[in-house]
């Protein structure tokens, strides 16, 4: 069985920084695209970071911010966020899927969800 757990979410301040990891049994992350995605209050979850093979993959608007990273000896993939904005606010759901690459930014690609956890950025 195949779970996905995410920790790490909390409360900042815009500027700071959070670091989100994902946990996974029952798959190895090096076997699969493994990406965050985030949902914010009344909106669609929308795609954020993606690991596939070597390379990585970033919504324009957290390129520079945000960095995915993917630790296989711990079977873990990790989001590193700085300089967080109060837009980033959402709940950041970890997914893994037998992805290709035109198509990992899309939530149908992905068979395997975490239950996310929670990111606020406020002053």
């Known amino acids: 069985q195949v779970q996905l757990a995410e920790s790490g979410g909390g409360f900042v301040q815009p500027g700071g920084s959070l670091r989100l990891s994902c946990a996974a049994s029952g798959l190895t992350v090096n076997g699969y695209g493994m990406a965050w995605f985030r949902q914010a209050p009344g909106k669609e979850r929308e795609f954020v970071a993606a690991?596939?093979?070597?390379?990585?993959y970033y919504k324009d608007s957290v390129k520079g911010r945000f960095t995915i990273s993917r630790d296989n000896a711990k079977n873990s993939v990790y989001l590193q966020m700085n300089a967080l904005e109060p837009e980033d606010t959402a709940v950041y759901y970890c997914a893994a899927g037998r992805v290709i690459t035109s198509s990992l930014r899309f939530e149908r690609s992905y068979a395997y969800w975490g239950q996310g956890t929670q990111v606020s950025v406020s002053s």
């Open positions: 690991f596939k093979g070597g390379s990585t």
